[in-house]
């Protein structure tokens, strides 16, 4: 039986070059429209992960300091004056307990305390796992986590007690 040629034109079937276009157009659109919301998704997703890792790294100082009976210390990395890329625990004993680093160039972190110097980037936690300030006073502190809009605390209470809250969100967190 012999085909016509409307039957062979209608089994070549596939996308144009003008609606592979449109196509093109329409996703990247979509794209564009899309991109703030998943920029504040990884900001959120950076912090709550940065802030975990924060507060990980309190409540292992506290059990070193507690367990071993030596002073703890979280300061800046090596050559660093803020702990924006990280971290490091360490006592006079063992030099270098941990070392944390945080990878993402918008995330900020900087530390507010009851007591101490202001500016200070360093916490210090005694054999017995509580925070104290240069002078000696019992000392709560606050380390405050930004990336671009996203935020998150994590507060070390005076007895070591640690907590994360988000500004603006949880009530008790201002």
């Not at 329409?26 to 890792?53: F, K, M, Y």
Request: glycine share 8%; aromatic share 2%.
């Amino acid at each position: 039986m012999r085909t016509t040629g409307h039957a062979s034109r209608s089994a070549k079937r596939g996308a144009t070059l003008p609606e592979l276009l449109i196509s093109l157009a329409i996703s990247a659109i979509l794209a564009i429209a899309a991109w703030p919301v998943l920029r504040n998704l990884i900001a959120e997703q950076t912090v709550a992960h940065a802030a975990d890792r924060l507060a990980a790294s309190l409540a292992l100082a506290r059990t070193i300091a507690a367990s071993r009976r030596v002073e703890v210390r979280i300061s800046p990395l090596a050559g660093a004056q803020t702990l924006d890329g990280g971290w490091q625990l360490d006592s006079d004993m063992e030099p270098s307990l941990a070392v944390v680093r945080a990878s993402d160039p918008c995330l900020r972190i900087t530390l507010r305390s009851t007591a101490g110097p202001a500016g200070a980037q360093s916490l210090r936690l005694t054999p017995v796992g509580y925070s104290r300030s240069e002078q000696g006073g019992f000392l709560a502190a606050t380390f405050q986590l930004r990336c671009h809009r996203a935020q998150r605390q994590v507060r070390l209470g005076a007895q070591g007690r640690i907590r994360i809250c988000r500004p603006g969100i949880d009530v008790d967190c201002d």
